[in-house]
């Protein structure tokens, strides 16, 4: 839907005189109301004011993007007005407004008025433009200039459908991270926005939290010369078959998009050949890949299937004991009201497949189908005989290596028995042979090492776990999602099925750190940013108090020497003082809004300021002020 299709000349005004904000919103609901758009023009403008109250759309710059969704909305529509001396609309950046543009969504609309609001706010960053609006002599010329930047930034309508060659795309490409939040998505933009800087047609299917976006189809793969995989987990690879592809970690896809994309036109890219069954394959036959880098894509495909099942249940535990009363049983606490047992039944069932869904994927991911549920009989019976997360892990790597063992032994028998080995012999012999494994060899050590770290743990003395909160802030800081940061994730998680949750809330904070120590950086010393990146910093503010740290990975990529060091010294310091202050956490993702579920949450409070400070401070220190970036006079901070 483009901005202009949905912008009525009845409901421009170019020389809006509101005083306040109220008086702003109603004057944009009355031009809104002259376009017909509305039946109930009360209704919209409660909805208006009704998202208001969750957050100002005074975005900052100058501009005011206020919006409602109704069912008093008969068809989308936008209202603009400029107000060329501004006024105050609780922007964020505390800048009076002076270009506003109101949106009107139908309620069955799904999220047409985010994909206006989105495009707006992309074409309305542009400071000239933004001067050509608020300068507009009449409406036609307003109308006009935003159509041509419309065009200039999304192309012209006609050219949707011309825009791909006939033969199809150039380039295909897959994205893959463990959780499917952050690394997915940016290293997605990273190949298209190279791909467009060279003139390359490009598609790039995703595999995020939320399943697979923009799924590749048989004939563009067909027709495409090369095909890009940045994943640190493992993706269905049969399909590419027979065509040049390239592997890679997903943070090449974010950092070397442009390198990738040009080695994978360069005609030297290895041919794919399939083993001929319907598997979910991590390299290629002819890709030469490291021990330690398939042992942890191996990993993070258990860990990735493993995290919906541990923050969904871990969650509802934590809630349970927040909804529960104390004073009814100390010794079932978290059980004692009735709600408060119903939370705590379900998240515990939800959390029970932890370790079993863990060494299912793990298993899944060597040895492909047969493996999975080998893998989820040996994860079950590491959690039933005390060996735990270790014992889960080592069950995921044994029963994948078993079945492919399996597989390698049965290939001496007639192809009239292929039909019965998924079936019947490989789940027979797979889970009785996992099972002996498991109960006779891996537990009896492993229960025996996990009573002796719960015991250590226990033992330990507030300084000692001072020093342990110290290291495990300190690895979420360091690589923003990565190997390091995961590994103390998982330390965590697999601290929080003991009862360590001193852990786990020390591991949460270290991750909230890095983007919140930027977002304050780029807010209070504007200078050593540029624009773009002061506008980035502001998106950190979320990401940071949610616990993403991948937030922090544009500027770490763009500055590692001074950003990193910064980060994990004051995430070191919040998960030093967390443990210092005796925090506990029970559930395992959240950021801020499982803070009621935190022991001592003003201790965790005076952390994370702590931290995010610190690192805020160091930052600044490290980057000094910028000769080449322009800062207005009230961004200026009086250093």
Excluded at 433 to 460: D, S
Excluded at 593 to 616: D, T
Aim: include cysteine; proline fraction near 5%.
């Amino acid at each position: 839907m483009r901005i202009i299709d949905l912008l009525n000349s009845k409901a421009i005004d170019l020389e809006g005189k509101p005083s306040a904000k109220s008086e702003a919103i109603e004057h944009l609901v009355n031009l809104m109301d002259t376009t017909g758009n509305i039946s109930d023009r009360e209704a919209f403008r409660l909805a208006v004011l009704n998202r208001e109250d969750e957050g100002s759309t005074g975005i900052g710059e100058g501009v005011a993007i206020p919006h409602g969704k109704s069912t008093a909305v008969k068809n989308a529509g936008l209202a603009a007005m400029v107000v060329k001396d501004g006024t105050d609309f609780d922007s964020l950046d505390g800048e009076p407004a002076y270009l506003f543009f109101l949106i009107a969504a139908p309620n069955e609309a799904n999220d047409l008025h985010l994909e206006v609001l989105s495009r707006l706010s992309t074409i309305l960053m542009d400071e000239g433009f933004r001067q050509k609006l608020i300068l507009a002599p009449d409406i036609k010329a307003f109308l006009k200039f935003i159509d041509e930047k419309e065009q200039e930034k999304y192309g012209k309508p006609e050219e949707k459908e011309t825009k791909l060659p006939e033969k199809g795309f150039q380039i295909l490409a897959v994205t893959a991270c463990p959780t499917g939040i952050a690394h997915t998505y940016m290293a997605a933009e990273s190949l298209e926005n190279k791909a467009k800087e060279l003139g390359i047609t490009i598609k790039v299917e995703t595999n995020g939290s939320g399943g697979v976006k923009n799924q590749l189809t048989p004939e563009e793969i067909k027709n495409a010369d090369a095909i890009i995989i940045t994943a640190d987990t493992n993706v269905e690879m049969t399909r590419f078959n027979g065509k040049p592809v390239i592997q890679t970690k997903v943070a090449d896809g974010i950092h070397k998009a442009k390198e990738l994309i040009q080695e994978a036109l360069g005609g030297n890219v290895p041919i794919y050949q399939s083993t001929g069954e319907n598997i979910t394959e991590g390299q290629s036959s002819s890709e030469k890949e490291s021990v330690g880098r398939k042992i942890y894509k191996d990993l993070m495909n258990g860990v990735s299937h493993m995290l919906p099942f541990v923050i969904g249940g871990g969650i509802l535990i934590a809630l349970a004991f927040l909804f529960d009363d104390y004073s009814i049983n100390p010794a079932t606490f978290g059980s004692n009201t009735p709600f408060a047992a119903f939370l705590k039944t379900t998240g515990d069932t939800a959390f029970a497949f932890m370790l079993p869904v863990l060494a299912g994927y793990i298993a899944m991911s060597i040895g492909d189908r047969p493996a999975l549920a080998v893998g989820f009989v040996g994860g079950m019976l590491a959690n039933t005989g005390g060996s735990g997360f270790l014992g889960a892990l080592l069950a995921g790597f044994a029963a994948g290596y078993l079945v492919l063992g399996l597989k390698k032994v049965f290939t001496k028998l007639p192809n009239s028995l292929e039909g019965i080995k998924p079936i019947l012999l490989y789940p027979v012999l797979g889970i009785l042979i996992i099972g002996a494994l498991i109960t006779f060899v891996i537990n009896p050590p492993v229960a025996a090492l996990n009573t002796w770290m719960t015991v250590m743990l226990n033992g330990m003395g507030s300084s000692s776990k001072v020093v342990l909160g110290i290291v495990l802030g300190g690895m979420m800081a360091i690589d923003m999602g990565g190997p390091i940061n995961k590994a103390a994730y998982t330390f965590g998680l697999a601290s929080l099925a003991t009862g360590q949750y001193d852990i786990m809330a020390a591991v949460m904070i270290g991750g909230m750190i890095p983007p919140l120590g930027i977002a304050l950086c780029t807010t209070f010393f504007k200078n050593r940013f540029t624009k773009k990146e002061r506008e980035a910093g502001m998106t950190n503010y979320v990401m940071g108090l949610s616990f993403i740290t991948e937030g922090a990975i544009p500027f770490a990529s763009e500055d590692p020497i001074r950003v990193i060091p910064a980060c994990a010294v004051g995430a070191a310091l919040a998960g030093g003082l967390s443990m210092f202050f005796g925090c506990t956490l029970l559930a395992p993702h959240g950021g801020i809004f499982v803070f009621p579920l935190v022991g001592n949450p003003f201790g965790y409070v005076i952390a994370l300021v702590a931290g995010s400070v610190v690192s805020m401070t160091l930052l600044a220190i490290l980057k000094r002020p910028r000769v080449d970036v322009q800062v207005s006079g009230s961004e200026i901070l009086d250093l």
